[in-house]
């Protein structure tokens, strides 16, 4: 979204607030949750973008964590069509929720949560620090990190990240490449600026990039 | 108003019933679900940055380990995992302010600052913060001078960031905790600055 225009300010009453529902958060859990068991299909991230502009800008933040957490169970076969749908009927007709514990897995659940291995380290990474570099013009049809307001912009490779699997291929699917924080130049990006000038820096996959 | 609110009973339910389906079919336990909500609206949160960032002020060995292996140092104080495994920290200081956004998505540092807040993921912020980074701090009560150069970091890959407030001035005498309490979790986007401590 970076650089449109028409969303009106930022702070608003109650912005603060990372949920405003309690169902939010509990949906939050359960799109982590079906990460960890791994029982749902692809990125919740990359699902979410396929939503139809229209419908995804009207949806609230969490609205859509919903839509995709359902689409990735569905998509992997763990629920059927209708399975959700079927559960709002019964709830609506009264029904209490069913209710099952388990201390210990709730315990693995969290612990599962302070995992997160750091990017490898990049070997041979095709641009140095100092090098001058291109996003490349391109116009996926899916899923990307390659913002279109950096498209066709040159900008400096300021450091080597590391290694990541490239994102654009199938969620956890593609083949790593270098990660590289690229800084540009506001002007060179939208202009000149009453506001005069500022960086803007991103981390981008060495396939964005080519030598400017 | 009332749509509104029809529509958010209607997401609850479509919610509860996820839920519902997930725990039937045995794929979930309920307390697994009440665990993780607690754990990141509990044990996450910005009180964590701000440990971390009252160490940094407080410890040059250790600030230059943050600068260096963010992720590193920060599990040093015992905060890592998800959205966490490579940590970039930047320090702002009297020539240089940076500021945090994620232009695609909600990306944001979960184990040192919680779930982001609901502006940091609202179009206005991921659409202007890289275009008008200036007219966007003064939304928050921060005006910088206008040589200050202002480094916007749009977190595009998996690498989190972590911003270090300057240290305000007058702090000298506080101790570690007490500092903590100064670092807002704004300060730590980049959309405020550090508080004074009082008087």
């Known amino acids: 979204m970076g650089g449109m225009h028409g969303f009106g300010v930022v702070v608003t009453p109650g912005s603060g607030r990372a949920a405003e529902h309690p169902w939010e958060l509990r949906v939050f859990a359960l799109s982590t949750l079906v990460g960890i068991h791994g029982i749902g299909a692809g990125s919740g991230r990359a699902i979410r973008e396929e939503m139809p502009p229209a419908d995804y800008l009207a949806a609230g933040y969490y609205e859509r964590w919903l839509w995709s957490t359902e689409q990735r169970l569905v998509r992997r076969g763990t629920l059927g069509e209708r399975d959700v749908d079927g559960w709002v009927e019964r709830l609506r007709r009264g029904e209490k929720m069913p209710r099952r514990e388990d201390p210990e897995a709730a315990r693995h659940a969290v612990e599962a949560t302070g995992q997160a291995p750091p990017l490898p380290r990049a070997d041979r990474p095709r641009f140095a620090v100092g090098d001058r570099v291109r996003a490349r013009r391109m116009r996926p049809a899916g899923h990307t990190r390659c913002p279109r307001y950096v498209r066709g912009v040159a900008g400096v490779v300021e450091m080597v990240r590391g290694v990541d699997v490239f994102p654009d291929i199938g969620p956890y699917e593609g083949p790593e490449e270098p990660v590289y924080a690229v800084a540009f130049t506001s002007s060179d990006l939208f202009g000149s600026s009453d506001e005069g000038a500022w960086t803007v820096l991103l981390d981008l996959y060495e396939s964005y990039l080519e030598q400017a | ?199």
């Open chain 2, 1 to 199: 108003v009332s749509d509104d609110h029809d529509h958010d009973d209607e997401l609850a339910l479509r919610a509860a019933a996820l839920e519902a389906v997930l725990v039937e079919k045995r794929l979930l336990t309920t307390d697994q679900i009440d665990a993780i909500v607690e754990h990141y609206e509990r044990d996450l949160g910005p009180q964590n940055g701000a440990r971390v960032v009252a160490r940094a002020w407080v410890d040059p060995d250790y600030r230059k380990r943050l600068r260096e292996d963010g992720a590193a140092a920060i599990g040093e104080l015992g905060y890592g995992g998800f959205e966490g495994g490579t940590m970039v920290v930047v320090e702002n200081t009297p020539d240089v302010h940076n500021v945090v956004v994620c232009t695609l998505c909600s990306c944001y540092p979960w184990p040192v600052l919680g779930l982001p807040p609901s502006w940091y993921k609202s179009p206005a912020y991921r659409a202007r913060a890289v275009a008008e980074p200036r007219a966007v701090l003064r939304e928050f009560g921060v005006e910088l001078p206008a040589e200050t150069e202002i480094r916007v970091w749009d977190s595009t890959s998996e690498v989190r960031y972590l911003v270090v407030p300057q240290r305000p001035e007058g702090a000298d005498g506080l101790s570690e905790d007490e500092l903590a309490a100064l670092v807002t979790r704004d300060s730590m986007i980049g959309t405020g600055l550090a508080l004074e401590p009082r008087a």
